[in-house]
């Protein structure tokens, strides 16, 4: 099991400080804006949640692809409950056991829970380098998500992790650098 609570707390702690002018900016996913990586969240923490639950319906069939739910006035107190919410629902030993779906995607819960601490983490980077906010996820989080997002030698020399390709970073850059780096991004992206 690992504990997705210490960075849904810090993308949580990240909304209050996004202004509504900034939601049409520029994110480092270039075909979203931040009103698109916070839907992306709003569902994903939804999906994920029920994913935990094994509570498998119209929420852990939607694809990624799918229509991105409204953001809505109160989208910050949402998305905070829906953090918090995703975090409990990981917290239940059941949540890692046996099978569940997310995404329309049939897979292992220990993995499922490994994807969803991911999402979180590199979307709130996304949100945090779009906004100019301080962002500093737990080591363990970190650590799970280099081994998440470390590409398979079996997977040959287009090694692509669940984002696209790695972007090289220098050995000695900071874990949360070395860990952008190898979901496709760029650790010195700015808006």
Known sequence: MIDLKPVCDEVAGLLDGVTDDQLGGPTPCPDYALRDVLTHLLGLTVAFRDAARKDLGPTTDNTPGNVLPVLGADWRAVLARQLDELAAAWQSPDAWQGATRAGGVDLPAGVAGVVALNEVLIHGWDVARSTGLGYAPDEATLQASRALLTPDDAMGP??????????????DAPLLDRVVGLSGRRPDWKP
């Open 158 to 171: 287009n090694k692509n992790s669940l984002f696209g390709t790695p972007v090289e970073v220098p050995a």
